[in-house]
């Protein structure tokens, strides 16, 4: 069980995403029952009072969730009801893209209504492959342009899924990138695709915005006349050997997380002694994040995610913080950290002391930096 003041994810989804801004409405609401409401809208234009439409747009959802009872939720509903918001009490000065989508992991369904925003991707890790879900010809005009058109159920789509099923949602900027040298030249929406799908097959949902963002930067588009956004969501399966935990930069939530890691692996190798280390490793490093990393950090983004499997010969601890680039490590291997330990305890030091601690007992540590996310990969041997 889960110890106080460790931070799971929500019990049936993971959801992280890069980039948001103020022109960009992001809620999410747990409904009843294995149910997650999802709203997504870009609203057009820019400056102050595109800002000021958005922060009342996500006030008005709020109010709106209260009222409707979690049995009569309907997609399109939400969607009219926020167009008479922006046609009244924002006096159809302006419109946006919208998508609602509302996920039932109990019986792994999706529902979702677009109006004029990209398509909904999903991507099949175990296969490699991602594909915009198909919408028939059904989709509705943007949020504001009409008060006398209403967003019809029959216009919504509908989709059965798997359960290691990755959904992708992102604005339309991510296709306008372009070359610094070539701005006619964008990414084609085949190729996107197919990177991925690649991606998904070889990292994990925390990261794929992030790596996507990133690889995109390194075959040269990087010029965007407008801002990115990226979400992905999938289901919280339980993997028996697999551990995987959100936790906020505070002494409490670390410490209670570390605990649960070393109680985990005590449990399925029935190995006190490994358990030991890996609470020692995740102590240090985690509180280096919190400590170092994160110091700067904006609210909301000051979250560290925990990934530790246990394998049959290996225990391998994937962590991810949304904190400044780290720098370059020095190479150190397990004989040259246990005598610079053995110095540093010579000389009654401390500085210095976590990372000689960490390369103790990690056999390798492999650090990545993608487009916003550090993700440190630490391999410990049985």
């Given at each position: 069980m889960c110890k106080p003041g460790v931070d799971r994810f929500p019990p049936q989804i993971i959801c992280f995403r890069l980039s948001i801004s103020v022109l960009r409405v992001y809620e999410f609401y747990r409904i009843a029952?294995?149910?997650?409401?999802?709203?997504?809208?870009?609203?057009?234009?820019?400056?102050?009072?595109?800002?000021?439409?958005?922060?009342?747009?996500?006030?008005?959802?709020?109010?709106?969730?209260?009222?409707?009872?979690?049995?009569?939720?309907?997609v399109h509903q939400v969607m009219n009801r926020i167009n008479e918001f922006v046609r009244n009490d924002l006096n159809g000065e302006s419109y946006m893209t919208c998508m609602v989508a509302l996920f039932d992991f109990r019986r792994n369904h999706l529902t979702f209504h677009?109006?004029?925003?990209?398509?909904?991707?999903?991507?099949?890790?175990?296969?490699?492959?991602?594909?915009?879900?198909?919408?028939?010809?059904?989709?509705?005009?943007?949020?504001?342009?009409?008060r006398d058109l209403p967003y019809k159920e029959e216009d919504n789509i509908d989709f059965d899924f798997e359960d290691d099923s990755i959904f992708i949602s992102y604005t339309d900027g991510l296709l306008d990138l372009s070359k610094p040298n070539a701005p006619e030249e964008v990414i084609e929406e085949k190729n996107f695709r197919e990177l991925l799908g690649a991606l998904a097959a070889e990292?994990?949902?925390?990261?794929?915005?992030?790596?996507?963002?990133?690889?995109?930067?390194?075959?040269?588009f990087s010029e965007s006349p407008d801002d990115v956004f990226i979400m992905a969501l999938q289901k919280n399966c339980a993997i028996p050997t697999v551990c995987f935990r959100q936790l906020q930069p505070t002494t409490n939530s670390i410490s209670a997380g570390v605990l649960e890691f070393c109680n985990f692996v005590q449990h399925h190798t029935g190995d006190e002694e490994l358990g030991t280390r890996i609470e020692l490793l995740l102590s240090e490093f985690l509180n280096n994040v919190v400590l170092h990393g994160l110091v700067n950090a904006k609210r909301g983004k000051a979250v560290i995610a925990v990934r530790l499997e246990v394998q049959e010969e290996k225990i391998v601890i994937s962590a991810m913080d949304r904190g400044r680039e780290w720098e370059d490590v020095p190479a150190f291997?397990?004989?040259?950290?246990?005598?610079?330990?053995?110095?540093?305890?010579?000389?009654?030091?401390t500085s210095g002391r976590g990372l000689a601690i960490i390369t103790s007992i990690a056999e390798s540590i492999r650090r990545k930096h993608y487009r916003g996310l550090n993700e440190t990969v630490f391999i410990i041997r049985r």
């Open positions: 029952d294995g149910r997650h409401l999802v709203v997504l809208g870009d609203i057009a234009g820019h400056g102050v009072q595109a800002a000021l439409y958005m922060m009342a747009l996500q006030a008005f959802l709020k109010m709106l969730l209260a009222e409707i009872a979690p049995e009569e939720l309907q677009n109006a004029g925003h990209p398509g909904l991707i999903c991507c099949s890790p175990s296969r490699g492959e991602a594909r915009e879900i198909s919408a028939d010809g059904r989709g509705s005009i943007p949020i504001g342009w009409s990292s994990n949902v925390v990261s794929i915005p992030f790596r996507l963002r990133s690889v995109i930067d390194q075959i040269g291997n397990v004989h040259t950290a246990r005598q610079q330990l053995e110095e540093l305890n010579a000389n009654r030091a």
